[in-house]
């Protein structure tokens, strides 16, 4: 192996790793910036190394002893070792870089983060599966950090109650079926009141497996899933879906949810997002609002508790479907959703379009929504409302919105929907600069 080096990490990348510049560039993961380290390349690439950390020579202030004794070797989460407080603020610090190198420009405000709960806050998530034989088990997890096997873990402290303590018996259960070597993954999902697994199946279950898998469900009052092709197959083992949702307590909702459905993971994050968006936005009883990548009406229908009326647009059929019974469910009559593919339709031709918006609310996928940015500007709202899970191509799309559509940026924050890792889920607000009417 290669000597040890000595260095002085210079900042964090976007996957968590130090970055340290003794000579070529080495990423070195488990470091924090300012830290003088001791390290040792492993790997050599034509621009960078990829390295171990050996030795913390002088740790950071902000550093943290992790709680998880699996950090470090699994890539759930690649910031344990900063102090939650630390990692908001690195969060928000890298808005607002990308902010003004990106997109050229600066909030009037700064938000406020929201957060909540540091642990036992993911309520979605999609774990590999893997039976090996060196071990003579299944190991079910995420994928290590720097290789790609699944890691060895026994709990996960990230996952919701009761996904967070049903690693090992899940282990169990795979390792015990006849088809042990045909289950790649497993996907979860929690509800306020019931929780949902989904075993992925390359071949068919034995009777005997059925009967496991059957009684895992109810001794951990869990609903029990197969998939034994693509998304459409994922079917409840004995018929009864397990019965999904969640609460808006603010506006009086609750929202139904399929465990393949995406839904915001984080909980109580995702009540005070909503809170927040549908303030931000102050739509009143005599405005229209469209609502775009809507979903299955998570922002939609707390926004019709609120505004005259309200047109959410999703290119996925299945979540309309959803969001159209959330909207019988709550007996709210004053949102309509349609079926739309933003990216690569004129939607801007459709009749529901075509009647206007005062107020436009966009929380798109990580690609951003450039494509419908002319046709939303073409609206001409009074506020746009822009909810990302990238600071890249929001800063992008924030700046087509200012420098190209006469928009004003008037306020911009994080929020930390996943703590402990480095995604940067943001929002910020838009108000068109020649509208007079509103404070």
Known sequence: MDDIESGVVLAINHDGDGIVKTGKTAFVPGVLTGEAIRYRRTRRHRQ?????????????????????????????????????????????????????????????????????????????????????????????????????????????????????????????????????????????????????????????????????????????AVVMYLQPGGLDTVAPLDGAPAALDYALPDFDLRLAFEP???????????????????????????????????????FTLALARRAGEVVGVEGDAGLIARARQNATRNAIDNAQFHVGNLAAEDVASSRWWAEGFSHVLIDPPRAGAREVLPAIAHLAPRRILYVSCHPGTLARDLGILVHEHGYALKAAGVLDMFPHTTHVESMALLEAIHDTSRP
């Open 48 to 220: 960078h190394d990829e390295a171990q950390l050996v030795e913390v020579v002088t740790p950071a202030a902000d550093r943290v002893s992790p709680p998880c004794p699996h950090f470090g070797v699994c890539g759930g989460c690649a910031l344990q070792h900063l102090a939650p407080a630390a990692q908001l603020a690195s969060k928000g610090a890298e808005l607002a870089d990308s902010l003004e190198r990106i997109g050229r420009v600066t909030p009037q405000e700064w938000l406020a983060p929201l957060e909540g709960p540091a642990w036992n806050y993911r309520r979605r998530a999609r774990l590999s599966a893997r039976f090996v034989r060196k071990k003579g088990r299944s190991l079910v997890g995420f994928r290590e950090r720097s290789a790609p096997y699944v890691a060895e873990i026994e709990s996960c402290r990230v996952l919701a109650a009761p996904l967070d303590t049903l690693v090992t018996p899940l282990s169990a259960l795979l390792t015990d079926l006849s088809i042990r070597e045909r289950v790649p993954q497993v996907e979860v999902s929690v509800g306020d009141r019931a929780t949902a697994v989904i075993l992925r199946v390359l071949s068919p279950p034995s009777a005997a497996d059925l009967d496991a898998i059957r009684a895992f469900g109810a001794a951990h």
């Open 260 to 298: 393949i459905d995406f839904i915001q993971v984080n909980s109580v994050v995702n009540q005070a997002l909503v809170s927040r968006a549908v303030r931000l936005l102050d739509a009143g009883p005599t405005d229209r609002v469209l609502d775009l990548y809507c979903g299955l009406g998570n």
